[in-house]
């Protein structure tokens, strides 16, 4: 009888050296908690800063031969998109817009001029034919949507694209 009532108080004691030792890591736990609360804290207030430097205690540092961390903040993309970049030259619209000339090899925003096309003439002549003689068919010679647009690098001056109405 002797013997269970020593192995029972064997078994207590290592619990209890079991239970102590769960208690110490929960209290170097929510100490760890807090100390990093108190950083969240003060990275929120540091909005204006570019860059903080944050040095570990050497019980904190897994390898002590290792150099001392940097936190870098890094701003919010902006919230205007990026200019789209139209590499298939056949695809340019009638404005200007950002695409590589293929003579110079450069990305450039083009330069756009209009010039008179068949669809200006075809719709002059149908006004004209309507009845309109009275100089209102010479109305598609003013409207730019009736002409071809030419795409043309600010750069080397090389046409890069033509963007014919028919």
């Known amino acids: 009888m002797y013997c269970i ?6 078994e207590a004691v ?3 050296h ?6 110490e890591n929960l209290k ?6 807090a100390e990093l609360e108190k950083c969240h804290d003060d990275n ?8 903080k430097e944050v040095g570990f205690s050497s ?16 701003e919010a993309p902006p919230s205007i998109p990026a200019p ?22 450069q990305y450039v925003v083009t330069e756009t001029y209009t010039s008179v096309s068949s669809v200006t003439w075809m719709v002059c002549v149908i006004t004209a034919m309507v009845g309109c003689v009275a100089g209102c068919c010479f109305i598609p010679f003013c409207l730019d949507r009736f002409k071809n ?18």
Do not use: M, W
């Not at 019980?59 to 890094?74: A, F, L, M």
């Open 5 to 10: 009532y020593f192995f029972q108080a064997e």
């Open 14 to 16: 290592s619990s209890q």
């Open 18 to 23: 079991e239970i102590d030792s769960i208690d």
């Open 28 to 33: 170097e736990l929510s100490d760890r908690i």
């Open 44 to 51: 929120l207030n540091a909005k204006d800063e570019k860059e």
């Open 59 to 74: 019980s904190e540092k897994t390898g002590s031969s290792g150099p001392e961390s940097k936190i870098v903040y890094v």
């Open 84 to 105: 789209k970049v139209i590499l298939d030259v056949k695809d340019l619209p009638p404005c200007p817009c950002k695409t590589q000339c293929p003579e110079c090899a």
């Open 149 to 166: 647009t030419i795409h043309r690098c600010p750069k080397c001056r090389a046409s890069i694209h033509t963007v014919k109405k028919l």
